[in-house]
C-alpha cells in the first residue's frame, strides 16, 4: 500500500485506497471485517501524517 500511497521522496501520491473486493462473509470471530477496518485505518494514518487536513477554515 506504501508504494501507492507515497512516491519515492515521501510525499502523498495519492488520497486514498478504496478496497472493492471483499467478501460478505466477515470470517470466524469477524476476522475479515477487522482485518479490513485495520487496513482502512493504516491507510487513513498514513494519509494523515504525510498530509494532515488544515485545522482551522
Known amino acids: 500500500m506504501d508504494n501507492y500511497l ?3 521522496d515521501g510525499k502523498l501520491h495519492v ?5 472493492d473486493v471483499v467478501s460478505r ?3 470466524a470471530g469477524n476476522a475479515t471485517r477487522d482485518h ?7 491507510v487513513q494514518s498514513t494519509v494523515e501524517s504525510v498530509a494532515p487536513a488544515p485545522t482551522s477554515w
Do not use: P, S, V
Open 36 to 42: 479490513y477496518l485495520a487496513l482502512r485505518q493504516y
Open 15 to 19: 488520497d486514498g485506497i478504496f478496497f
Open 25 to 27: 462473509d466477515c470470517g
Open 6 to 8: 507515497k512516491t519515492a
